[in-house]
Nanobody, 117 residues
């Protein structure tokens, strides 16, 4: 069974950097579209960045110029620079992955990012 696992979160001060990683485990013939979301308590999950096999990266305005998304076949990364307290959230990755003829939408368990002023 395919699963996603995130890593790289933690606590930093304002202006610091973190690199999040998300990788798929289990038998897969590859993954296509990949996205990062974040969520704070009491708020809806927010899309922040995405990348596909044939598409250019996309970002919400508040992270443009500070965050960079990248990928390889079965992994997704988010380099976060110039972090601000408002970036504090639980970050989730999402991937569309394939096993045989089955297409699955996979979610990671979430990883905490805390930015202190």
């Amino acid at each position: 069974q395919m699963q996603l696992a995130e890593s790289g979160g933690g606590s930093v001060q304002t202006g610091g950097s973190l690199r999040l990683s998300c990788s798929v485990s289990g038998a897969t013939r590859g993954c296509g579209d990949k996205r990062w979301y974040r969520q704070t308590p009491g708020m809806q999950r927010e899309f922040i960045s995405g990348i596909g096999t044939l598409s250019r990266p996309t970002y919400i305005d508040s992270v443009k110029g500070r965050f960079t998304v990248s990928q390889d076949k079965n992994s997704l990364y988010l380099q976060m620079n110039s972090l601000q307290p408002e970036d504090t959230a639980t970050y989730h990755c999402e991937m569309i992955c394939f096993a045989g003829d089955t297409r699955s939408v996979l979610w990671g368990q979430g990883i905490q990012v805390t930015v202190s002023s």
